[in-house]
């Protein structure tokens, strides 16, 4: 293979091997005979979207993807929602978690057989009675308290956060181009403050293996967070220098070579 198409990482299921190259690409001897489908979810402050680069490259795999529209309402009907989608699916799962996704995979993962591995992706692994909120408070190094925007919601019992569009750039995801993250800032979905002040229920990472992508450079889950968090869950850990919250975004070949571990340790 030329130098220039490096492999990015592998994607191994039963009868058959893939690699997945820079551009996206998949090459194999043979198709496996059962894939696995990884259900993405997204956190706060984003939509599906963000995972349209490392769909993309599942994909090409031979992989099924699924991306639900995470309703960032509250930890509970968050969680039972996701948990909804994989009792559709037959065959194995891997819950892969952005940001807030992380703690709704921690919560949807619990009890259910298809579900064989979590993949945090600069994101809360939260044990029970903990919430992101509080995990997000406990160390030092967050920009965004300071960046919070709070909107009432209707009967004034609760609020939506945003990140003030001026400072999303810097705070969210300060490794894309300005002109991708203006348009980011704009369409952003909030998430209500009562749902990330919601505690955790038992976490499925104490029954289920666990992988862990932390963002070096993660302005909104400090990374020293990030790395108690793996640290604590057991999770097999790689570390992105440099990487912004939306590791996924700006570096998906290291997020795809790390699902393609998780997907080695199925075999």
């Not at 037959?90 to 009890?111: D, K």
């Not at 019992?157 to 490794?175: K, L, N, P, S």
């Not at 976490?203 to 604590?232: K, L, N």
């Not at 869950?233 to 795809?256: D, K």
Request: hydrophobic content about 45%; glycine content about 12%.
């Amino acid at each position: 293979m030329s130098s220039r198409r490096q492999v990015l990482g592998s994607a191994l299921a039963a009868g058959g091997a893939l690699a997945v190259g820079t551009a996206g690409t998949a090459e194999a001897t043979e198709r496996p005979a059962k894939r696995v489908t990884f259900v993405l979810v997204h956190g706060v402050f984003a939509d599906a979207s963000g995972w349209n680069a490392v769909a993309a490259r599942l994909l090409d795999a031979g992989h099924q993807v699924i991306a639900p529209a995470n309703p960032l309402r509250d930890l509970a009907g968050d969680s039972a929602y996701v948990g909804s989608v994989v009792d559709t699916i037959t065959g194995p799962v891997v819950l892969v978690g952005h940001s807030y996704g992380g703690e709704v995979i921690t919560n949807a993962g619990v009890g259910r057989a298809n579900v064989k591995a979590l993949v945090y992706v600069a994101a809360f692994a939260p044990d029970q009675g903990e919430s992101a909120l509080q995990l997000a408070g406990q160390f030092p190094g967050s920009r965004l308290p300071e960046a919070l925007v709070q909107r009432p919601l209707p009967g004034g019992t609760d609020a939506d956060g945003y990140i003030d569009t001026a400072r999303f750039h810097d705070v969210f995801a300060q490794d894309l181009p300005r002109s991708t993250t203006r348009l980011m800032a704009v369409t952003q979905r909030p998430g209500s403050l009562g749902g990330l002040s919601n505690t955790s229920g038992v976490p499925a990472w104490r029954s289920v293996p666990s992988w862990y992508v932390v963002a070096g450079e993660d302005r909104v889950i400090p990374p020293v967070a990030q790395r108690f968090m793996a640290g604590r869950a057991g999770s097999r850990t790689v570390e992105v220098r440099g990487a912004s919250h939306v590791v996924m975004m700006s570096r998906p070949e290291v997020v795809v070579r790390q699902l393609g571990a998780v997907c080695r340790s199925l075999v």
